[in-house]
């Protein structure tokens, strides 16, 4: 069974920094793509920044220059570093991943963690 696992959410006063992990484990064979979504109350699931087993990255509009995502593959852990952080990045951040479990006979699958608050306020 392949899981999930985030920590690093907090409360923040806006112009500060948080960093985020999150920890795949389990029955995994390989993981492609590993990322990051956030909710806010009221609107719609965003993706806030995603990264490839290669390295390549791609992040919203809204967080550019601002957030930094990265990954170590051999410890399956996926990290967002926030920086300059202002009240519209409040949300509940989840991890996402795509993981082809062992034995999957080369299907990969999505997986979500159960997500962390991230509170900026003064």
């Known amino acids: 069974q392949v899981q999930l696992v985030e920590s690093g959410g907090g409360l923040v006063q806006p112009g500060g920094s948080l960093r985020l992990s999150c920890a795949a484990s389990?029955?995994?064979?390989?993981?492609?793509?590993m990322g990051w979504y956030r909710q806010a109350p009221g609107k719609e699931r965003e993706l806030v920044a995603a990264?490839?087993?290669?390295?390549?990255?791609t992040y919203a509009d809204s967080v550019k220059g601002r957030f930094t995502i990265s990954r170590d593959n051999v410890k399956n852990t996926v990290y967002l570093q926030m920086n300059s952080l202002i009240p519209e990045d409040t949300a509940v951040y989840y991890c996402?991943?795509?993981?082809?479990?062992?034995?999957?006979?080369?299907?990969?699958?999505?997986?979500w963690g159960q997500g962390t608050q991230v509170t900026v306020s003064s």
């Open positions: 990264i490839t087993n290669g390295g390549s990255t």
């Open positions: 996402n991943a795509n993981i082809r479990p062992v034995g999957s006979s080369g299907t990969y699958s999505n997986y």
């Open positions: 389990g029955s995994i064979f390989s993981i492609y793509v």
